[in-house]
């Protein structure tokens, strides 16, 4: 009678499995930092779209570039919106986070501050809650001639870092405006 030997892995056998999972799964791992940076900078990204296309809208809406009416969130001057000139000024829009309503808007006259110390430091307005902007966007015209605009918005998030540190979006369109 032969005596058969039990079925089982010998330590070596494990061992070596026990590595090769474990290198796996260290691959990974250091997948995971890339795949969220980019999930962000594409929420970004789809957030920063969304608010380009609803101040094109108002644009486009008004009569003309002196006179673009941008709706405003309840924070904003207790008023539903704001008539603002793209003609001569740059305007800094302040949006709170998950939301393509602004709050603040800088230019003009409106806000404290200057719209460029809002956009270049992140500096908001007297009486803004810092935390709740989260996200600028910078609307401005430039004059082509013959009554055609170029549009530029730029979108940056977070509002609260200076820009040199920080990557903004440009969205631009043609809007004709005699």
Known sequence: MTRRRPQAFSL???????GI?????????GLLPAGMRMRA???AETRGVLISEELFAAVRAAPSLGSVVVRDGPAM????????????????VGYPS???VPYFLWGGDRGAGTPDSAWVQGQMPAGAVVNAIDTLARLSATNLGGGLYRVNVEVRAPASIPLANSRPSTFS???YSP
């Open 12 to 18: 070596v056998e494990v061992t070596i499995a026990i």
């Open 21 to 29: 999972f474990a290198f796996v799964v260290v691959g990974v791992m």
């Open 41 to 43: 900078d594409s929420a």
């Open 77 to 92: 001057l207790a008023r539903n919106n704001q008539t603002i000139s793209i003609t001569n000024n740059v305007v800094v």
């Open 98 to 100: 998950q939301t393509t």
């Open 173 to 175: 369109t043609l809007i």
